[in-house]
């Protein structure tokens, strides 16, 4: 089992497992179809204010990720976070995001919490 992050424009592979859209925003250019998710958590997402505000800069990522996971202490993020958690314990979850910025980005940092959650390796 393991826990991995992948770009909505990669092809999805066999060892995905559950594939869930952590964005809040559709990736541009992609048809619903084509992107062969199993859930969209668009809740889980930062907030417009956050995601503008850090715009993928590399030099905001360490206070990006401090206020993220302020915005993810809500009880009803929590609540998803947790069923994220039960998912990657059955099985392979991957987290899709469409950003351009592979290390520095929300679905990273889910994953990093997921993995804290369960106790298990994440796949960079």
Known sequence: MAIRVRRAYEE????????????RLWPRGIKKQDLR????????????????WFGHD????????????????????????DE?????????VTLIYSAREGRHNNAVLLR???AERTGQRHVA
């Open 12 to 23: 999805p592979g066999p060892e995905d497992g559950h594939r869930i859209l952590v964005d």
């Open 37 to 52: 998710l199993d859930r969209w958590l668009k809740e889980l997402a930062p907030s417009n204010e956050l995601r503008r």
């Open 58 to 81: 590399p030099s905001r990522w360490e206070e990006f990720q401090r206020r993220y996971r302020e915005e993810l202490q809500a009880p009803e993020k929590q609540r998803l976070l």
């Open 84 to 92: 994220l958690a039960d998912e990657a314990r059955h099985g392979n």
């Open 112 to 114: 990093d919490i997921i």
